[in-house]
């Protein structure tokens, strides 16, 4: 083997290393035919988002990354990315009676994947470690599009973080949201949200049907806002796989 074969053979001998080493959120591609065992594989649902082809010349934020399939991406197709997290799982948004006991938390930093994953690939992408409650334009300046992928379901304030979303797009730009939504509510003829913070499972405060999505991303500041696909989401692994319902919606801000 040449010197070059083997130092591709070796970095591949890393990746997939890397890729057994630890539990992984998102299917990643690590290295060229090295991909993470992760709990959700976007790879099959990515032309739902309808995302640009071509990036290049973009400014665009993912915000939630976890271990960065979304940033990854887009910087794949050109773009200049910054990707949000929290790092500590205490921070994230808990009901009291939810809450895991401390000893329960998870101790490794939520954006240990995402280092791992940001080295292996050669990656640019700029992590930032801020609750998009806090994140504004003075602090990471605007962008061309704003990413945001199941993140406002699990947060109890979901209209401040679109707020904020709203003003961290440049005037023209997009902002792309995939979330969960309430088809029962549906048959109302008004704007609902269904509340299931009562509920003993996973993280989510509040369930909006797709009417209210759209009414929220108004009331946020948005000027239009269209549907740009519905889909089921497959997750999990062996016996444990389920889908989630998701719509994608595309917002835009004139001024
Ligand atoms: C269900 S995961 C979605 C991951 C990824 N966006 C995707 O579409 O696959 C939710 C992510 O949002 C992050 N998150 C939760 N609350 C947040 C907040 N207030 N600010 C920024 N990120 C947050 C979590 O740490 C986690 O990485």
Not at 45 to 66: E, F, I, K, N, Q
Not at 105 to 116: K, L, Q, T, V
Not at 178 to 183: C, M, N, V
């Amino acid at each position: 083997m040449g010197s070059g074969a083997q130092a591709l053979h070796s970095s591949a001998m890393d990746a997939r290393q890397a890729a057994d080493s630890r539990r992984w959120y998102h299917a990643l591609e690590l290295a060229p035919g090295v991909v993470t065992d992760g709990w959700f594989d976007l790879r099959g649902d990515v032309h739902h988002y309808g995302l640009p082809d071509d990036m290049s010349g973009m400014r665009a934020l993912d915000v939630g990354t976890w271990d960065g399939f979304w940033a990854f991406e887009m910087e794949r197709r050109g773009a200049d990315v910054v990707a949000l997290d929290l790092d500590d799982e205490r921070e994230l948004d808990w009901p009291p009676r939810r809450r895991p006991p401390e000893h329960l938390m998870s101790d490794e930093p939520r954006g240990a994947g995402f280092a791992i994953a940001h080295e292996l690939r050669g990656s640019k992408v700029e992590r930032v470690v801020r609750s998009i409650y806090h994140a504004t334009p003075d602090e990471l300046g605007t962008f061309d599009l704003v990413f945001c992928g199941s993140v406002l379901i699990h947060l109890r304030d979901q209209l401040l973080a679109l707020e904020r979303i709203r003003d961290l797009v440049k005037p023209g730009g997009l902002f792309v949201s995939a979330e969960e939504y309430d088809r029962r509510g549906a048959l109302l003829p008004w704007a609902s949200s269904r509340y299931l913070a009562d509920r003993d499972s996973a993280v989510v405060f509040w369930m909006p049907t797709l009417r209210t999505w759209r009414a929220m991303h108004w009331t946020a500041g948005f000027d239009t806002t269209t549907v740009r696909s519905r889909f089921m989401m497959a997750a999990g692994k062996g016996d444990e796989r389920f889908t989630v319902r998701h719509a994608v919606l595309h917002s835009r801000r004139d001024g």
